[in-house]
C-alpha cells in the first residue's frame, strides 16, 4: 500500500481530512515537521473525528529525520505539484510507493521535489484555479494508486 506524506502541512482540518482518508484506507501517514499546527489541535482532532486510533501515524520531526526514515524502507518518491513533469494518471503506481505532498501555501521544496522519481500533476480545466485543496489531491492521488493496485492485484491471480 503507498503511503502518504505531508512536508509542512499547515492548515488543521486539511490534516484531519487526510487523516480519516488513509485511516479508512489502511494507509500510512507520514507528517513531517514543521507543522502549522499542534498533532493536539482541536481542529485538527474535529476533522479527523474519532478515527484518530485507526491511522498509522508516523511523525517525523524534520526532512532529515523522514530521510533517513526512508532509506531504511524502499519504494519511488512521487511529488505531487502543480509544476509537475507527467500527470498523476499516467504513473504506474507501486504498492511501496511515497505519495508526498507540500503545504498548502507553498508547495514541496525545492530539495523534496529534487530527490522525488516521478514530479505528478493533476490536471486542472479552469486556468483560473492555481491548485486543489490539499485533501482533494491527496485522495484523488491515493486512489488511483490502490485503483492501480487492485487491477495489478487481479491481472496476478
Same mark, same amino acid.
Given at each position: 500500500?503507498?503511503?502518504?506524506?505531508?512536508?509542512?502541512?499547515?492548515?488543521?482540518?486539511?490534516?484531519?481530512?487526510?487523516?480519516?482518508?488513509?485511516?479508512?484506507?489502511?494507509?500510512?501517514?507520514?507528517?513531517?515537521?514543521? &507543522?502549522? +499546527?499542534?498533532?493536539?489541535?482541536?481542529? %485538527?482532532?474535529?476533522?479527523? *473525528? !474519532?478515527?484518530?486510533? /485507526?491511522?498509522?501515524?508516523?511523525?517525523?520531526?524534520?526532512?532529515?529525520?523522514?530521510?533517513?526514515?526512508?532509506?531504511?524502507?524502499?519504494?519511488?518518491?512521487?511529488?505531487?505539484?502543480?509544476?509537475?513533469?507527467?500527470?498523476?494518471?499516467?504513473?504506474?503506481?507501486?504498492?511501496?510507493?511515497? &505519495?508526498? +505532498?507540500?503545504?498548502?501555501?507553498?508547495? %514541496?521544496?525545492?530539495?523534496? *521535489? !529534487?530527490?522525488?522519481? /516521478?514530479?505528478?500533476?493533476?490536471?486542472?480545466?479552469?486556468?483560473?484555479?492555481?491548485?486543489?485543496?490539499?485533501?482533494?489531491?491527496?485522495?484523488?492521488?491515493?486512489?488511483?494508486?490502490?485503483?492501480?493496485?487492485?487491477?495489478?492485484?487481479?491481472?496476478?491471480?
Amino acid at each position: 500500500m503507498p503511503r502518504v506524506v505531508l512536508v509542512h502541512p499547515e492548515i488543521p482540518p486539511n490534516t484531519g481530512n487526510i487523516a480519516r482518508t488513509c485511516a479508512a484506507t489502511k494507509t500510512e501517514l507520514h507528517l513531517v515537521a514543521p &507543522l502549522g +499546527f499542534e498533532i493536539s489541535d482541536r481542529y %485538527l482532532k474535529r476533522a479527523g *473525528l !474519532d478515527y484518530w486510533p /485507526y491511522v498509522d501515524l508516523h511523525y517525523h520531526q524534520d526532512l532529515e529525520y523522514f530521510w533517513q526514515h526512508y532509506r531504511e524502507r524502499d519504494g519511488n518518491l512521487i511529488g505531487f505539484t502543480v509544476r509537475g513533469s507527467g500527470d498523476y494518471l499516467d504513473y504506474q503506481y507501486q504498492a511501496n510507493d511515497w &505519495l508526498l +505532498f507540500g503545504c498548502e501555501t507553498k508547495g %514541496l521544496p525545492p530539495e523534496v *521535489l !529534487d530527490a522525488c522519481h /516521478y514530479r505528478a500533476y493533476i490536471e486542472i480545466a479552469q486556468p483560473q484555479v492555481r491548485s486543489l485543496n490539499l485533501s482533494v489531491s491527496v485522495s484523488i492521488a491515493l486512489f488511483e494508486a490502490i485503483r492501480q493496485a487492485k487491477i495489478t492485484s487481479r491481472i496476478n491471480s
